[in-house]
Structure formats: structure tokens, C-alpha cells
């Protein structure tokens, strides 16, 4: 028995002869692969609502607690001066 080492054209050739199989494996693959995608429920969902008020006016988070998340509280102002 011969140890020969296949050459580029020869790898070539044998992929030729399976291309169908190959063909038909990728394509069954894909399609798998499209139906899952299409037939799976959402994993998440996220919504949100964006308040625009004219420029100048600043809005409570907290609505009207004292506190404010974007500028901080009258506490957190003082300790930072």
C-alpha cells in the first residue's frame, strides 16, 4: 500500500462527486434554521416613553418628591459644592 499525498485538483474532484449531497445538506439546514427563527416566541420585549417639555422647564422623576434623578436633590447638590 502506496502512502500518496492528494493533491489540490484530486480534494477538488471529490468534492465535485458530493456536490449534490452537500448541496442538499446545507439547504435542509437552512431551512431548518429559517423555520425556528420564524416559528419562536420572543425572548424579550422592551418599550419605553419619552417626555419632551419646552426647553427650560425641568421635569421631577420622582413626580415632585424632592428628588431628581438627572440633577439629584437639594442633599446631593450641597454635599457636592
Known amino acids: 500500500m502506496q502512502n500518496e499525498e492528494m493533491t489540490f485538483?484530486?480534494?477538488?474532484?471529490v468534492l465535485q462527486k458530493g456536490k449534490w449531497s452537500i448541496f442538499s445538506i446545507v439547504i435542509f439546514f437552512l431551512l431548518v434554521v429559517i423555520v425556528m427563527i420564524f416559528?419562536?416566541?420572543?425572548?424579550?420585549?422592551?418599550?419605553?416613553?419619552?417626555?419632551?417639555?419646552?426647553?427650560?422647564?425641568?421635569?421631577?422623576?420622582?413626580?415632585?418628591?424632592?428628588?431628581?434623578?438627572?440633577?439629584g436633590g437639594i442633599d446631593e447638590i450641597e454635599t457636592q459644592i
Open 9 to 13: 485538483h484530486e480534494y477538488i474532484k
Open 39 to 71: 416559528f419562536r416566541s420572543p425572548v424579550y420585549q422592551a418599550s419605553t416613553t419619552i417626555l419632551i417639555s419646552p426647553f427650560g422647564t425641568q421635569h421631577s422623576i420622582l413626580n415632585g418628591t424632592g428628588n431628581n434623578l438627572i440633577y
